[in-house]
């Protein structure tokens, strides 16, 4: 499952037996939503529900610029107190996360 839902955070993390959680850096993920706007601007992403087509959301850059600060200690709390039941993945570089795919798409 995708996303950072907090509201469901607590349900999902139960029913799941596998967390990845991409902690990147607040420039990484402005510069990545920046650059998904100016090339994709007005098109529909595969990623995207029917209908829906990227645009300039002011309001989702200042959740991507504010949520570190806002959420990124409740997030390891909560993953680091299920680490030791769930297999819990925390990546801070892209390196790191594709290293972790190679990894499990050869087994």
């Known amino acids: 499952m995708d996303g950072t839902y907090l509201e469901s955070l607590d349900e999902r993390i139960k029913k799941s037996d596998t967390i990845i959680f991409l902690d990147y850096s ?10 998904r706007v100016v090339i994709d601007f007005g098109k529909k992403r595969s990623d995207m529900a029917p209908g829906c ?41 892209d390196k790191h ?7 499990i798409s050869g087994s």
Do not use: G, H, M, P
């Open 53 to 93: 087509k990227e645009e300039f959301d002011l309001e989702f850059l200042w959740f991507v610029l504010t949520f570190n600060n806002k959420y990124r200690k409740e997030i390891t709390q909560k993953l680091n107190s299920v680490k030791n039941k769930k297999n819990v993945a925390i990546f801070q570089t």
């Open 26 to 35: 607040l420039i990484k993920c402005f510069f990545r939503v920046i650059k």
């Open 97 to 103: 996360a594709d290293k972790f795919l190679e990894q």
